[in-house]
């Protein structure tokens, strides 16, 4: 029997508190996912036949001003409290959905057809987006009155 059953959680423990250096990690995926965006972009432009889409050539920019600009403060400014995981997965799951709406959206653009699952998705990212940076200034306002109590 090894260590690593499924339903062995009495060892599971979930990552309540994390720090500047977790804050950084997150920051170099959304920086790396932004590259990858980039490069995917200029790659899927070599083949479009000279036909472009403002939501493929500005792909790279979801993740970078989403990503990259919040959690290099997260990251490197000290009186800014850190999020917990509930908000971390909302926040980046709403992230990558608007990222793969707009590159859905690019390119159906560029092949001259549309869907409304794209829209859906880009709403749905957008509300994650918004719930997960509505629960972290909850919390964050919950832990400044409980400290200030």
């Not at 990690?25 to 083949?47: M, N, R, T």
């Not at 980046?92 to 590159?103: E, H, N, Y």
């Amino acid at each position: 029997m090894n260590n690593y059953e499924i339903n062995d959680c009495e060892n599971y423990q979930t990552k309540e508190n994390y720090s500047k250096s977790d804050m950084k990690k997150i920051l170099f995926g959304y920086a790396s996912a932004s590259l990858l965006c980039l490069i995917f972009s200029l790659i899927y432009g070599i083949f479009s036949h000279d036909v472009t889409s403002p939501y493929m050539t500005y792909l790279c920019l979801f993740p970078l001003i989403l990503g990259v600009i919040p959690f290099s403060f997260l990251a490197f400014v000290k009186k800014i409290p850190l999020p917990q995981m509930t908000e971390l997965n909302l926040y980046g799951s709403g992230v990558g959905a608007v990222t793969l709406s707009s590159g859905m959206k690019g390119i159906f653009e560029i092949a001259g057809t549309g869907s409304f699952l794209q829209t859906i998705l880009m709403y749905i990212g957008s509300i994650l987006i918004l719930a997960g940076t509505a629960v972290y200034l909850i919390h964050s306002l919950i832990k400044k009155i409980n400290k200030g109590a």
